[in-house]
Every structure is written in C-alpha cells, then in structure tokens.
Nanobody, 120 residues
Framework: QVRLVETGGGLVQAGGSLRLSCAAS??????MGWYRQAPVKQRELVAA???????NYADSVKGRFTISRDNAKNIVYLQMHSLKPEDSAVYYC????????????????WGQGTQVTVSS
C-alpha cells in the first residue's frame, strides 16, 4: 500500500523558517513534489524533484524554498526560509505524475497535508 506522510508544518512568524518532510512507503517514486492550497485558492505546485535531483520551483518561492530528497530513505523535504504570510496554506506531498508537474490532476498519490501558518 502506497502512503505519503507529511510532517513539519506549524505556526511561524514572518521571516522564519520551517522544514517539511514527506515519507513515502510502498513504492519508490522517480518524481515527487510539494503542492499547497490556501483557502478559496486552487492547489498550486510549489516545487518538484526527480530521483536524479532535477528540480522545478514556483516563481513565488524561488530563492526561499529548497526541495531535496533522500532516495535511500524515500523521503522528500521542503526547506522554507523567509516565510511570508502569503505562504500560509495546507502543504501536500505528491508523487508519480503522469503528465505535467503543474497539473495536480496528473499526480497519482497524495499525502494528507500539513498546515503551514505564517503570522505577520
């Protein structure tokens, strides 16, 4: 059974940092990513990474967030720095996209989400 379990969310002040982790079990995934969804907004790609380390980031997080993975442990991380109130959202781990990384409907597996709240 495939599972993606996110940890590391929480409440942080603007300018602070958080690190999210996503532990995958049941399968090894060549492509994994992080999405986020704020209230009344669409789910959007934050960052994605391949087994080989190729990455892609949303323009809004470039230079502040870093995605990485430990292939041996089957864990993907999202290190977030210089957090802003507009980064507040539920962050979801996703795996195994069939098409575009940008389309959430193309990803086959999802975690339950972890809340990130950035106070001003």
């Amino acid at each position: 059974q495939v599972r993606l379990v996110e940890t590391g969310g929480g409440l942080v002040q603007a300018g602070g940092s958080l690190r999210l982790s996503c532990a995958a079990s049941g399968m090894m995934f060549s492509e994994m990513g992080w999405y986020r969804q704020a209230p009344v907004k669409q789910r959007e790609l934050v960052a994605a990474i391949t087994t080989g380390g190729s990455t892609n980031y949303a323009d809004s997080v470039k230079g502040r967030f870093t995605i990485s993975r430990d292939n041996a442990k089957n864990i993907v991380y999202l290190q977030m720095h210089s957090l802003k109130p507009e980064d507040s959202a539920v962050y979801y781990c996703a795996a195994d996209p069939e098409g575009s990384w940008l389309d959430p409907t193309d990803w086959n597996y999802w975690g339950q989400g972890t809340q990130v709240t950035v106070s001003s």
